[in-house]
Nanobody, 128 residues
Framework: QVQLVESGGGLVQAGDSLRLSCAAS????????MAWFRRAPGKDHEFVSA????????YYTDSVKGRFTIARDNAKNTLYLQMNSLKPEDTAVYYC?????????????????????WGQGTQVTVSS
């Protein structure tokens, strides 16, 4: 059974940092793109960041560029999201996602429907 399990969320103050982790089990995703999305209360899932299958490219939504960094450790089958200089508007449930087919374009990597496997989410709350 394939599972993605996020951890590392919490309640922090504006300006603080958090590192989210997403541990995959049941299969390896080293040959596929992985991503982070988030969902704030009353809003749809929002793309946050993605990393290509070979780590050659990373993509970010504009609001987190320069503050968040995505990385993966294929030996540990784990995806990370380092979040610095957190803002109250970053408050959301953060989900990791894994693709099971080869994604080509940047637009593909930013598209929720391209990812088949999803974690259960981890809450990030940033107070002002």
């Amino acid at each position: 059974q394939v599972q993605l399990v996020e951890s590392g969320g919490g309640l922090v103050q504006a300006g603080d940092s958090l590192r989210l982790s997403c541990a995959a089990s049941g299969r390896t995703f080293s040959n596929y793109a992985m991503a982070w999305f988030r969902r704030a209360p009353g809003k749809d899932h929002e793309f946050v960041s993605a990393i290509t299958w070979n780590d050659s490219h990373t993509y970010y939504t504009d609001s987190v560029k320069g503050r968040f960094t995505i990385a993966r450790d294929n030996a540990k089958n784990t995806l990370y999201l380092q979040m610095n200089s957190l803002k109250p508007e970053d408050t959301a449930v953060y989900y990791c996602a894994a693709a099971t087919q080869f994604l080509v374009t940047e637009a593909d990597h930013r598209t929720k429907d391209e990812y088949l496997y999803w974690g259960q989410g981890t809450q990030v709350t940033v107070s002002s």
